[in-house]
């Protein structure tokens, strides 16, 4: 648990470059980075909770849903504490805007095609497992799209869009978060990366958070984030 919040740490100051080349004048920025950074923090001390204590895990589950419902029911009360803080920025409760539906879903279902076609080409055969795909069914995009849609709406307060030709900063800043929490590992507090794993949770994380932010609204990335993780795992078991 000490490495992971460690880690966690780490990968928050890397983000702090962009935080300040982007960071609104006007705003309190030191209120808002303290608040993410909090949240963040507590995000992840919950969900590996339960892997640091077996007992608090479901017994007979392989799957860690006791960390992924823990961490969805902080982030909802996180949200309901802070919520008037967001503005127009707020992603949770907001139905998606009618016009960006037929695009998002559009980029929704593309991503979907490369990514099975990924794994068709560099995956290998797993055995079936149906907790672990009713987990990538539900879970994930749940969890991870309140916990995007939080950290989004907390950066848009302090970062100016500033004519970024590449996207809002504050979508690559959660990205960089999000990439480098599923490839950047400590291993008996030997600082460990998997290339393969930050490129592709960072194209992913940079979609979801593109289709969040078009949107006005976490509910297509929710959508898109599950399916793209059952379709995944769906192949592996069964078509492979």
């Given at each position: 648990m000490i490495e992971q919040l460690t880690l966690t740490l780490l990968i928050l100051v890397s983000t702090v470059p962009i935080i300040l080349l982007f960071s609104e004048k006007q705003?309190?920025?030191?209120?808002?980075?303290?608040?993410?950074?909090?949240?963040?923090?507590?995000?992840?001390?919950?969900?590996?909770?339960?892997?640091?204590?077996?007992?608090?895990?479901?017994?007979?589950?392989?799957?860690?849903?006791?960390?992924?419902?823990?961490?969805?029911?902080?982030?909802l009360v996180f949200y309901w504490m802070v919520r008037h803080h967001f503005n127009d920025h707020d992603f949770i409760v907001s139905p998606p805007l009618k016009g960006s539906i037929k695009?998002?879903?559009?980029?929704?279902?593309?991503?979907?095609?490369?990514?099975?076609?990924?794994?068709?080409?560099?995956?290998?055969?797993?055995?079936?497992?149906?907790?672990?795909?009713?987990?990538?069914?539900?879970?994930?995009?749940?969890?991870?799209?309140?916990?995007?849609?939080?950290?989004?709406?907390?950066?848009?307060?302090?970062?100016?869009?500033?004519?970024?030709?590449?996207?809002?900063?504050?979508?690559?800043?959660?990205?960089?978060?999000?990439?480098?929490?599923?490839?950047?590992?400590?291993?008996?507090?030997?600082l460990g990366f998997a290339l393969d794993a930050f490129i592709i949770t960072g194209a992913l994380g940079f979609i979801l958070g593109w289709m969040t932010i078009y949107s006005r609204s976490i509910l297509l990335a929710i959508v898109f984030h599950n399916l793209i993780n059952f379709s995944t795992n769906f192949i592996e078991m069964v078509i492979l």
């Open positions: 705003t309190n920025m030191g209120k808002y980075a303290g608040l993410l950074t909090l949240y963040h923090l507590a995000y992840v001390a919950l969900i590996f909770l339960p892997l640091a204590y077996s007992y608090l895990a479901i017994p007979g589950g392989s799957m860690n849903w006791t960390g992924k419902l823990l961490a969805i029911l902080f982030s695009k998002v879903t559009r980029v929704g279902l593309i991503t979907i095609a490369v990514m099975c076609v990924l794994t068709v080409v560099f995956s290998k055969t797993k055995p079936l497992d149906i907790e672990k795909l009713s987990y990538q069914l539900t879970m994930p995009g749940l969890d991870e799209e309140l916990w995007r849609g939080i950290l989004l709406g907390l950066l848009l307060i302090i970062l100016k869009d500033g004519k970024f030709k590449m996207g809002h900063p504050a979508v690559w800043v959660v990205t960089i978060i999000f990439a480098l929490g599923h490839s950047l590992y400590f291993k008996d507090w030997e």
